[in-house]
């Protein structure tokens, strides 16, 4: 057990100790670190995690150490075991944590890699104080909510803040004010403003004004009784981000400011905007972010260097955002999710980035490989400039995406394989170019005679779904001379020849099919320093057919895209418009043209 310090205690010399549990980490300065809280009123899903990054991004270009934190109330211990339908993409952190798609978010806009740290749960907090208990970390004292649980919430933001140095902990709580499983988090966070003291703790409320369409104005109500949901649980909100669909209007702000007690020039409109990349410099314009720094004394703090060099480098590529694009193409994306997009969201955001980066139009299309048949794949396909095969788990709708992966390698489409994508063409080339009629995979057929994808040999006597895949960043080491090579010339170590990337799976080639295989012409181009796990493969003959075991699509950034996605996209402008020169679309994500052969005298 760590020991503890009851700040309370010195504040109120007559208080007994067993009233209050204050659990501080040992080492940690009070007023040192700084803490901006947002909660959501009135309803979920309005944002909380653009907006929070958007802020924090705003803090770290001005210098600060910012360490972000998701806060959910489910009891789940972590998001590994949870539908992509209820909370969308499972987004995997570098030392394996399985997180919600907000902390995709954060990584992208921040730049910056997160822990399990960043992300907690109730079930989290729960399992931890009761391990506790069990340890006899309480000394005798009956565990409670308060001030057990709250204690143990408090103590995580602390160690949070010491551990990454952060001059400002942004703590999301998820969810929306009211909800009974977030109470405890609400209550903590109370608490540790009074402990801080002033100046130390910023709440922001993210709000939400309605405007009916058969009423053509802006109505508060909602936002007003939101509010009075967070004044009641103690926290008196010190900034008001009001998300509506048009500008908020003065007399919508006058009256949230009423309801709220919180100033005019602290009400900030938050509505909807073309591209969620601006929301940053539209934050910074009408200076929330100075309004922070006043209230957490951080002025002194600040690098004004620094600021005007990430500045300059956000407007240059919000301004490629933004832009008319000189390139348009259609991407096919071939899942089981299609119907929710939000499954597939780091590989739109991938998309995104590197269609800004490269000047094109990149549309997506969502097929649902459950609903189409193997046999119309060509003519499902043949109106894409390139195709995605994502991760997935379950044998629904793979034949078809076997079909897909089939198409793009007998008709030079570009070809982006992630995960299961990955093993799709493994098991492609297999039947289709080796000649083993009937390869498969064990987790669709474990009586399949040819297993060319077979099950890790650590996973075979792991019981239970939770948390216990090969998960996380990754060694890979790359073939000299290969595609994956020139891809990542810019990532690769040059004293090992590896990259990192990050994993989510189960499932590897079998290593008694890797010679046969190769001996086909597929290239394995990417495989583990030490182990016979294949991680990368390509066709050298292809204009572009890549697959990797793992999730190019959670390492991708706005200004740091990631490299298979761009080779993709530059594949899929070099398809969408042959004849036009290489170097008018980007000679650094296209593969060398092979010369074209003399013709040949014409007979005399």
């Excluded at 702000?253 to 007690?261: D, I, L, Q, Y």
Aim: aromatic share 8%; charged share 25%.
């Amino acid at each position: 057990m760590p020991p503890t310090q009851d700040l309370l205690q010195e504040a109120g010399h007559s208080t007994h100790e067993s009233e209050f549990f204050n659990p501080v980490p040992k080492g940690y300065q009070p007023g040192k670190h700084k803490y901006v809280v947002v909660f959501g009123t009135v309803l979920s899903g309005l944002g909380k995690g653009i907006f929070s990054s958007s802020l924090a991004k705003l803090l770290k270009d001005k210098g600060l150490t910012i360490a972000p934190i998701k806060m959910e109330g489910y009891l789940n211990i972590d998001s590994g075991t949870l539908s992509p339908y209820r909370h969308g993409e499972v987004f995997v952190l570098d030392d394996g944590l399985e997180t919600d798609m907000d902390l995709g978010t954060y990584e992208r806009l921040l730049d910056q890699n997160l822990t399990r740290d960043n992300y907690t749960t109730s079930g989290q907090i729960f399992k931890r104080v009761l391990e506790k208990e069990r340890h006899g970390g309480y000394l005798g004292r009956d565990v409670q909510m308060i001030p057990h649980v709250t204690g143990e919430v408090k103590y995580m933001l602390r160690e949070l803040a010491m551990k990454q140095d952060a001059d400002v902990v942004f703590i999301e709580v998820g969810g929306t004010v009211g909800d009974h499983e977030n109470a405890f988090y609400i209550e903590a966070l109370r608490q540790l403003a009074f402990e801080e003291g002033e100046g130390s703790v910023c709440y922001v409320a993210l709000t939400y004004v309605i405007e009916p369409p058969a009423l053509g104005e802006q109505k508060t109500k909602a936002a007003q009784l939101g509010l009075k949901k967070l004044l009641e649980a103690g926290v008196q909100p010190n900034i008001i981000a009001a998300r509506a669909k048009n500008p908020v209007e003065q007399g919508a702000k006058e009256k949230v400011a009423m309801f709220s007690n919180v100033p005019m020039n602290r009400v900030f409109s938050m509505h909807d905007r073309d591209s969620v990349y601006t929301i940053t410099e539209s934050l910074r314009s009408e200076g929330m972010d100075r309004e922070v720094l006043t209230m957490l004394n951080l002025h002194g703090r600040v690098d004004a260097n620094h600021e005007d060099q990430a500045r300059e480098e956000w407007r240059s590529f919000v301004r490629k955002v933004v832009a008319d694009r000189k390139h348009k193409v259609k991407i096919g994306l071939t899942g089981k999710y299609a119907q929710l997009r939000d499954a597939y969201a780091s590989i739109e955001k991938a998309v995104e980035h590197c269609g800004a980066h490269l000047n094109a139009k990149v549309e997506i299309d969502w097929i649902d490989t459950t609903l189409m048949k193997p046999d119309d794949a060509a003519a499902t396909l043949k109106q894409y400039n390139g195709v995605i095969v994502p991760g997935g788990f379950g044998h629904r709708g793979t034949e078809s995406k076997i079909a897909c992966v089939q198409y793009c390698r007998e008709n030079n489409l570009p070809y982006l394989g992630i995960c299961l994508g990955f093993q799709m063409a493994v098991i492609d080339y297999a039947r289709n170019v080796v000649g083993l009629k009937d390869a498969g995979s064990t987790e669709f057929d474990p009586n399949s005679p040819d297993p060319v994808i077979d099950i890790l040999p650590e996973q075979k006597k792991i019981e239970g779904l939770g948390g216990n895949m090969r998960l996380g960043g990754k060694d890979v080491l790359i073939k000299k001379d290969s595609l994956a090579e020139m891809l990542f010339a810019d990532e690769i170590d040059k004293k090992t020849s590896q990259i990192r990337a990050r994993f989510r799976h189960r499932f590897e080639v079998d290593p008694k099919y890797i010679n046969v295989l190769e001996q086909h012409g597929l290239v394995f181009s990417g495989r583990h320093p030490e182990q016979p796990i294949m991680q990368v493969l390509e066709l050298p003959d292809h204009p572009y057919f890549i697959g990797g075991q793992f999730h190019p699509e959670l390492t991708s950034r706005p200004i740091h895209p990631q490299p298979m996605f761009m080779g993709l996209v530059a594949a899929a402008i070099q398809h969408a418009n042959p004849d036009l020169a290489p170097e008018k679309i980007s000679t650094r994500w296209l593969r060398p043209q092979k010369p074209k052969a003399p013709a040949s005298p014409a007979a005399s």
